[in-house]
């Protein structure tokens, strides 16, 4: 079984970045979509990108497109998340997820079997 482990969180000024890193502590998510969601205190789980197995396809919620970037590293058995011009409402939980199921990535929460323990990232302005 898969337990995957985010890094990378913390704080950063509005404009800044941030990158984040998902890895698994054990198993391996070779074959595997991954996506990054986000949940903020009292709100619904929110998808923020996915990538395909191989990472050549790569979607995005409209919010981050042309800011963040999604991207794996097989080799190395790691996912990221680079953050770019990150605003106040980029601030929430980031959390890391794997679909074991389908290589081809999507934005639907229920379709992740695994997922981190979440990264909290904060912006302020």
């Known amino acids: 079984q898969v337990q995957l482990v985010e890094t990378g969180g913390g704080l950063a000024q509005a404009g800044g970045s941030l990158r984040l890193s998902c890895a698994p502590s054990?198993?391996?998510?070779?074959?595997?979509?991954m996506a990054w969601f986000r949940q903020a205190p009292g709100k619904e789980r929110e998808f923020v990108a996915a990538?395909?197995?191989?990472?050549?396809?790569?979607y995005y919620t409209t919010s981050v497109k042309g800011r963040f970037t999604i991207s794996r590293d097989n080799a190395k058995n790691t996912m990221y998340l680079q953050m770019n011009s990150l605003k106040p409402d980029d601030t929430t939980v980031y959390y890391c997820?794997?679909?074991?199921?389908?290589?081809?990535?999507?934005?639907?929460?229920?379709?992740?079997?695994?997922w981190g323990q979440g990264t909290q990232v904060t912006v302020s302005s």
């Open positions: 054990r198993g391996t998510f070779s074959g595997y979509a």
């Open positions: 997820a794997a679909d074991s199921v389908s290589p081809m990535g999507d934005n639907t929460e229920y379709t992740y079997d695994y």
């Open positions: 990538i395909n197995w191989s990472g050549y396809n790569t």
